[in-house]
């Protein structure tokens, strides 16, 4: 089994005994305003590339692109993985599209304890994407060996981003949805899930 035979949240719940809450728990005071650097890539990307019109196209020229810019200010810190195979067992394993975790001390090419879990929505479909998230949170907590850390998910399309983290045995999933037509709200959101990982 991999994480993508996770189809549902509930499948997820069920099978590892999770309880689902929803409330909004992201707290934005302020936007985070992207550089002027990155909303001019941004604003090249949509005039130029059909940047929804595949899963491709939009975790290369949206969802990498923020993940990475929100990233930048928390690098020396944590290492952000793509396409990085993961696994727990033979029923808690894939490859995330994205993952941050802890640098390792035995250097770049280690991957230290994962703390952020992103999936790309396919076919923008949020429900089989947040089935896919959780299974990999719950990959998460068991490798860090440590229930009482959260782990945070954030599952997007490239327009729509939301947020979930999970803790012991209760994952909690934010009410509201962040869009890409708000970037500093989106940016806000996303940086705030990097300091509650720090």
Known sequence: MAFSDFKTIP???KKFGIRHIENDFIKIEEGL??????LKELEFSRQYIPVL???GARCEAVIYPILREV??????????WIKEPL?????????????VAT????????????LIMLVEAKKNDFELGWGQCLAELVAAQKINADADVPVHGIVSDGRSWEFGYLIGDSFTRNRTSFSVDDLPTLFGAVDFVFKAAS
């Open 11 to 13: 499948d997820v719940q």
């Open 103 to 114: 640098r390792s001390e035995l250097g770049m090419l280690i991957v230290g304890t994962p």
């Open 87 to 99: 696994a727990y067992d033979e029923t808690l394993s894939g490859t995330p599209d994205y993952f």
């Open 33 to 38: 305003s992207p550089s002027e650097q990155f």
């Open 53 to 55: 019109a595949s899963e």
């Open 71 to 80: 990233y930048k200010a928390y690098a020396t810190n944590y290492a952000l």
